[in-house]
């Protein structure tokens, strides 16, 4: 089984052992946005959506199914604060909130970027942990006074099942207090931040087994109190071994609520805008850019013009979309669409959403292809940042909800000029499922889990034609990010 704290909601996932998902139950939670750059989630939500997911997977499985093991994943780097007695003091701060741009600042001023970037190959940002916790202690010092854990969401839940506080190194790497080549906690950077070492908690593999499902969990869940939990590792992470990416030159994209591309290099790059994280397996790393809002970039428009409903639309919402998108020309005839609606992008926090170049002649239909190519745009702007580390990508493999939209990944092709890949089924939680397989011993190694479990499909070449009215489009693009219009003041931003 995959249990999965993601942004939009937990679901729990259960696999056969030929690595296919037979069955799956979401339960969804709110963010709230108090103020502008603001993103917060309960963590009580967190544990309730998860375990009433894996109750009712258990039930719908029925009592002759055997699991022999639940890997852990989640979005990443959220994180929440607890006291001593393992109660939250904080709600939880989402990757994408960006509070914390005068913390990141001080550490980048403070540390140094080189020296940052080289010892956990992450450059500060409001994006990570340590930063959120810095805010902490200067606007809620009652709860940083209080605090004795700080946890992300798949910690949280791992602490939730087994007892056991835990961490591996994909979520380590996102706190900025984390030594990227040793795997290890790095105590002088963590007493420069004035962390304490007591808040962080103990290493382990993503495919290790952290513990057992406590007594009281396993009988609320319906399990066994003997199964396995194994510790798993960061989203985007997984996806990476979910959709086979185990040597350079293939590049995972994760395309759910946010997008995160992940290549694998032997040695971390030193190209200070691409983030680095241990591989789940071997002694590789895994390169990350990503994105804040693109598919709930798309939800939003979804919502907005093809009958949704506050994020809960269907297939056949999607469906139409897809097919309005299919009838546009390449190019959107001029409309450009920066999918920045998250107030601000991880790298930029200042920067905002908008769309140019609309006419009267214009329609749903033109909107939802800008919005669909643009999301295309900040992709290829992010493969050219690998390709000027020397890690130039030969293929895209794309796993998550928005392989549904079948003209979204045709025109990924045609921007990135990369063949594309869809992964059949779901690759983040196919490499979380891997990852309690290997743990329970139930593949033998790394190659006969990816045998058992990954599953590509056809790829799609692109279209020269096509690809040569995007590279005209993409200047524009990526002039429209540079320009000042579409940013905000830090006052706004805080």
Not at 72 to 97: E, F, I, K, N, S
Not at 201 to 215: D, F, K, N, Y
Request: charged residues 20%.
């Amino acid at each position: 089984m995959a249990l999965d704290v993601g942004t939009s909601g937990a679901r729990a996932a259960a696999f056969d052992l030929d690595g296919r998902r037979r069955l799956e139950v979401r339960r969804g939670y709110p963010t709230v946005s108090a103020r502008p750059g603001w993103a917060e989630q309960d963590p009580a939500r967190w544990r309730s959506a998860a375990l009433a997911a894996l109750a009712e997977l258990v039930g719908r499985l029925g009592a002759a199914r055997r699991v022999h093991a639940i890997g852990l994943t989640g979005q990443c780097p959220t994180m929440v604060l607890l006291d001593a007695g393992h109660r939250p003091v904080t709600p939880g701060l989402l990757y994408r909130d960006n509070r914390a741009t005068a913390e990141a600042a001080w550490i980048r001023e403070t540390l140094g970027d080189e020296t940052v970037h080289r010892r956990t190959g992450h450059l500060p940002a409001a994006f990570h942990i340590a930063p959120k916790l810095l805010w902490l202690r200067r606007e809620r010092p009652t709860a940083w006074a209080r605090g004795a854990l700080v946890l992300q969401p798949r910690d949280w839940l791992g602490l939730i099942l087994t007892g056991e506080p835990a961490t591996d190194g994909t979520h380590a790497a996102a706190t900025l207090v984390h030594d990227l080549v040793r795997r290890a906690w790095a105590p002088d950077l963590r007493d420069a931040l004035g962390i304490p070492a007591s808040w962080l908690p103990p290493l382990h593999g993503s495919a290790e087994v952290i513990g057992r499902l406590r007594p009281a969990v396993a009988e609320r869940v319906g399990l066994p109190a003997a199964t396995p939990v194994v510790l798993g590792g960061a989203d985007s992470q997984a996806c990476a071994l979910g959709a086979g990416v185990l040597v350079p030159g293939p590049v995972s994209e994760m395309a759910g609520s946010s997008t995160c591309l992940n290549a694998v290099v032997r040695d971390p790059l030193t190209t200070l805008e691409v983030t680095h994280y241990p591989h789940v397996v071997g002694n590789a790393f895994t390169t990350e850019t990503g994105l804040n809002t693109t598919g709930a970039a798309v939800a939003w428009l979804v919502d907005l013009a093809y009958g949704g409903s506050a994020g809960q639309a269907g297939p056949p919402a999607y469906a139409r979309l897809d097919a309005d998108v299919a009838s546009v020309r390449p190019g959107s005839d001029g409309v450009l669409v920066l999918p920045v609606l998250g107030d601000g992008e991880r790298t930029d926090p200042a920067l905002r959403g908008s769309i140019v170049g609309l006419s009267l002649r214009h329609d749903r239909a033109v909107v939802a292809r800008a919005l669909l190519e643009g999301v295309a745009y900040a992709i290829r702007a992010q493969l050219d940042q690998l390709r000027a580390g020397g890690a130039p990508p030969t293929e895209l493999r794309i796993s998550g909800g928005d392989t549904r939209v079948g003209s979204w990944n045709r025109i990924k092709a045609d921007v990135t000029g990369l063949p594309v890949r869809a992964i059949a089924g779901d690759a983040a939680v196919t490499g979380v499922a891997m990852l309690a397989g290997l743990g329970a011993g139930v593949y033998r190694d790394v190659a006969d889990a990816v045998a058992h479990c990954v599953r590509l499909e056809p790829m799609i070449q692109p279209d020269p034609a096509a690809s040569a009215t995007y590279d005209e489009a993409f200047e524009r693009y990526e002039a429209l990010a540079a320009a000042a219009v579409v940013r905000v003041g830090p006052e706004a931003a805080t």
